[in-house]
């Protein structure tokens, strides 16, 4: 891997997971144990023929996660899509390993405000933490927020369920001190 693109891996592991990430978790160093597995992800590996594929080595490297850290598969999960979407969001990644293939299979990271939101929405689906997730649950959320992106997001070119969180996380609520207007900063 050249050495620019791994710097820049390892740069965007490190942004992507953060303390909040892990909270709950009282083992020491296992936040970057865990961005450390992901700076390693060879990401040229990353299926882009179909969703199968794709689902398939996203559970991979979930479990291989879970198993190497010792945290909950929905700590894994988290992480790991956490790190993927700030790939995908990177001009550099995005380019260099084709991940504008991936978007419409990207997930959502799943949290409690995201949680707490969707079961606004959806009566039926279950929430009891990111420590006690598990594959089946996060599949149901998954699919619900594919339904969730199709009927709200605000721009067709953006309904992928990876960009929900732009519209209904925590920092679409945030309020700009200068309201809607451009900034005059220059």
Request: charged fraction near 30%; hydrophobic fraction near 35%; charge should be positive.
């Amino acid at each position: 891997m050249d050495d620019f693109y791994k710097q820049m891996q390892q740069f965007t592991a490190v942004g992507a997971v953060t303390q909040s990430t892990v909270r709950g978790l009282k083992k020491k160093g296992i936040l970057s144990k865990i961005r450390g597995y992901l700076a390693r992800i060879d990401l040229n590996g990353v299926p882009k023929q179909n969703a199968d594929e794709f689902g398939k080595w996203l559970n991979r490297w979930t479990n291989y996660i879970k198993k190497k850290c010792k945290c909950s598969w929905g700590t894994a999960r988290k992480a790991v899509n956490l790190f993927l979407r700030a790939c995908f969001y990177n001009h550099y990644l995005r380019r260099k390993y084709g991940l504008g293939k991936v978007e419409k299979w990207l997930e959502i990271p799943l949290d409690n405000f995201v949680a707490k939101h969707f079961k606004q929405h959806n009566k039926n689906l279950k929430w009891s933490g990111i420590l006690n997730l598990d594959a089946k649950e996060s599949g149901k959320f998954q699919e619900y927020s594919k339904e969730y992106a199709r009927k709200y997001a605000q721009s067709f070119v953006h309904r992928a369920k990876v960009h929900l969180d732009i519209y209904i996380g925590p920092s679409a609520h945030l309020k700009s001190p200068i309201g809607n207007r451009k900034s005059k900063i220059k």
